[in-house]
């Protein structure tokens, strides 16, 4: 993963490391109706740090297929993540 530097945002890391799984479970433990599978991680050093997780989408219904999207986390200095937004990945 690139050297963090305050308000920078690093590569994309697809290798999800212990510490941004943790951040991505627990902001996305409350969601119901969508599992989101993350397979990418950048992260962004703010007062806090902001994460941006490429995921696959799964709705829970049958015929709804899978669909890319990105999830952004924000995990303050103390307390706990949460979701800022959910964007799905359209093509151009």
Same mark, same amino acid.
């Given at each position: 993963? &690139?050297? =963090?530097? #305050?308000? +920078?945002?690093? @590569?994309?890391?697809?290798?999800?490391?212990? #510490?941004? %799984? /943790?951040?991505?479970?627990? /902001? &996305?433990? =409350?969601?119901?109706?969508?599992?989101? &599978? *993350?397979?990418?991680?950048?992260? @962004?050093?703010?007062? +806090? &740090?902001?994460?941006?997780?490429?995921?696959? /989408? @799964?709705?829970? $219904? *049958?015929?709804?297929?899978?669909?890319?999207?990105?999830?952004?986390?924000?995990?303050?200095?103390?307390?706990? /993540? $949460?979701?800022?937004?959910?964007? %799905?990945?359209?093509? @151009?």
């Amino acid at each position: 993963m &690139t050297t =963090e530097l #305050a308000g +920078g945002w690093t @590569q994309f890391d697809y290798e999800i490391t212990s #510490a941004a %799984r /943790a951040v991505f479970k627990e /902001a &996305t433990a =409350e969601i119901i109706g969508v599992t989101y &599978t *993350p397979s990418a991680f950048a992260t @962004q050093v703010v007062a +806090g &740090t902001n994460y941006c997780f490429l995921c696959t /989408a @799964q709705v829970a $219904h *049958p015929v709804v297929s899978p669909y890319p999207a990105l999830v952004s986390i924000f995990k303050p200095l103390s307390g706990k /993540a $949460h979701v800022s937004e959910i964007t %799905r990945i359209k093509p @151009q």
